[in-house]
């Protein structure tokens, strides 16, 4: 029998530090994902046992996160060919109404009467998101977040979406957790509008990192250092504004037909100077990165590292062992660079969004 899993935002973890000693205990939302995706790896569901993986923070300012993970790079699925950034969802490829019912952990809703926004003006339609294990998995606990599959929605960002996505994140107590989201000409292997979640036992910069104010009273901004991208933040009871304002980025994107990435992870407020130690280990709110990026069709991939959602942020999978251990944070920065829009082409892009935004 499927598991549904009901919140509301009393359960969202508001009280929560980086890497404390005095972390809260796992929330309900922490033990169901957990529990199901560590019984579905003693039950053989994935293509690979992950297992604990070697990591190494690599020198640098940085503090680039390197996991070496050989086994996805040879077990993932082969992704789908992908033709354009507002490609149309099709039937006959994989999608995630044909996999094994046992991968899915449950089913999660918000109270009773939540709704999910459909595109093209169809009416709402109740808000289910399946939640299941990503069979190759990244990371301990990675799972995918599927607002009802059955809807047959592309690889594009709906509030709803983005809505669940920052609330998975607020109702966890582990400030590990990461969403995050690849639109189609930005590595996503599947074109079925889908999210991925996982833990991660480190700290990556993007949580704390100073940023510049764009449309402070529409929590936007710019981020500042490397990778530069966009970022939102919202706390708790501000997340349906929010994520209404991110789709309205990420329209915008796909109308440019812009590829983009999007990671979602528990952070300290924005500010434009230096914080105190104190101050920057707050995580009680979410930051969400947008990084319009070079979309890639059909190209080849990288050897050591694909740039996605989460390697954007820091967290880099290595597929073998040489590029492990001798790839250096300068490396690393020269492959990441190759898929960033050029500098006055983000520039060019950041006045046309601020316009786009107080124009709504």
Same mark, same amino acid.
């Given at each position: 029998?499927?598991?549904?899993?009901?919140?509301?935002?009393?359960?969202?973890?508001?009280?929560?530090?980086?890497?404390?000693?005095?972390?809260?205990?796992?929330?309900?939302?922490?033990?169901?994902?957990?529990?199901?995706?560590?019984?579905?790896?003693?039950?053989?569901?994935?293509?690979?046992?992950?297992?604990?993986?070697?990591?190494?923070?690599?020198?640098?300012?940085?503090?680039?996160?390197?996991?070496?993970?050989?086994?996805?790079?040879?077990?993932?699925?082969?992704?789908?060919?992908?033709?354009?950034?507002?490609?149309?969802?099709?039937?006959?490829?994989?999608?995630?109404?044909?996999?094994?019912?046992?991968?899915?952990?449950?089913?999660?809703?918000?109270?009773?009467?939540?709704?999910?926004? %459909?595109?093209?003006?169809? %009416?709402?339609?109740?808000?289910?998101?399946?939640?299941?294990?990503?069979?190759?998995?990244?990371?301990?606990?990675?799972?995918?977040?599927?607002?009802?599959?059955?809807?047959?929605?592309?690889?594009?960002?709906?509030?709803?979406?983005?809505?669940?996505?920052?609330?998975?994140?607020?109702?966890?107590?582990?400030?590990?957790?990461?969403?995050?989201?690849?639109?189609?000409?930005?590595?996503?292997?599947?074109?079925?509008?889908?999210?991925?979640?996982?833990?991660?036992?480190?700290?990556?910069?993007?949580?704390?990192?100073?940023?510049?104010?764009?449309?402070?009273?529409?929590?936007?901004?710019?981020?500042?250092?490397?990778?530069?991208?966009?970022?939102?933040?919202?706390?708790?009871?501000?997340?349906?504004?929010?994520?209404?304002?991110?789709?309205?980025?990420?329209?915008?994107?796909?109308?440019?037909?812009?590829?983009?990435?999007?990671?979602?992870?528990?952070?300290?407020?924005?500010?434009?100077?230096?914080?105190?130690?104190?101050?920057?280990?707050?995580?009680?709110?979410?930051?969400?990165?947008?990084?319009?990026?070079?979309?890639?069709?059909?190209?080849?991939?990288?050897?050591?590292?694909?740039?996605?959602?989460?390697?954007?942020?820091?967290?880099?999978?290595?597929?073998?062992?040489?590029?492990?251990?001798?790839?250096?944070?300068?490396?690393?920065?020269?492959?990441?660079?190759?898929?960033?829009?050029?500098?006055?082409?983000?520039?060019?892009?950041?006045?046309?969004?601020?316009?786009?935004?107080?124009?709504?």
């Amino acid at each position: 029998m499927l598991f549904r899993f009901v919140y509301s935002a009393q359960d969202f973890v508001t009280d929560v530090l980086q890497r404390s000693e005095n972390c809260p205990p796992p929330s309900k939302f922490d033990a169901l994902i957990r529990d199901g995706w560590t019984d579905r790896m003693d039950r053989g569901l994935f293509r690979y046992h992950l297992g604990d993986l070697e990591t190494r923070i690599l020198p640098g300012p940085n503090g680039f996160i390197a996991q070496l993970n050989v086994q996805r790079g040879i077990e993932r699925r082969k992704p789908q060919e992908i033709l354009s950034i507002q490609q149309e969802f099709n039937p006959s490829q994989f999608n995630f109404n044909k996999i094994n019912a046992d991968e899915i952990i449950c089913e999660m809703m918000k109270g009773t009467a939540g709704v999910i926004d %459909l595109p093209n003006g169809h %009416l709402p339609q109740p808000c289910k998101m399946v939640v299941l294990i990503n069979v190759s998995p990244l990371e301990f606990g990675h799972c995918l977040f599927v607002p009802d599959p059955s809807l047959c929605l592309p690889q594009i960002l709906t509030r709803t979406a983005v809505q669940v996505g920052i609330e998975s994140v607020l109702l966890s107590s582990n400030p590990g957790f990461r969403v995050g989201f690849n639109s189609l000409g930005a590595f996503a292997s599947v074109n079925h509008l889908h999210l991925h979640g996982y833990y991660l036992d480190h700290e990556l910069k993007i949580e704390s990192n100073l940023v510049k104010p764009l449309i402070p009273e529409k929590n936007f901004f710019r981020l500042q250092g490397f990778p530069i991208g966009f970022l939102f933040f919202t706390k708790s009871e501000e997340v349906d504004t929010v994520a209404r304002t991110i789709c309205d980025v990420t329209d915008f994107l796909v109308g440019e037909n812009i590829a983009h990435n999007l990671f979602l992870t528990r952070g300290c407020p924005p500010s434009c100077q230096m914080q105190s130690a104190k101050e920057r280990r707050l995580r009680k709110g979410v930051r969400i990165a947008i990084w319009p990026r070079i979309a890639c069709f059909g190209a080849k991939e990288e050897s050591a590292f694909n740039v996605a959602l989460c390697e954007l942020a820091g967290h880099l999978p290595f597929k073998n062992k040489k590029d492990f251990y001798c790839t250096t944070e300068r490396e690393v920065i020269s492959i990441v660079q190759r898929y960033l829009l050029p500098d006055d082409e983000f520039q060019r892009l950041e006045e046309q969004l601020v316009e786009h935004l107080l124009t709504l």
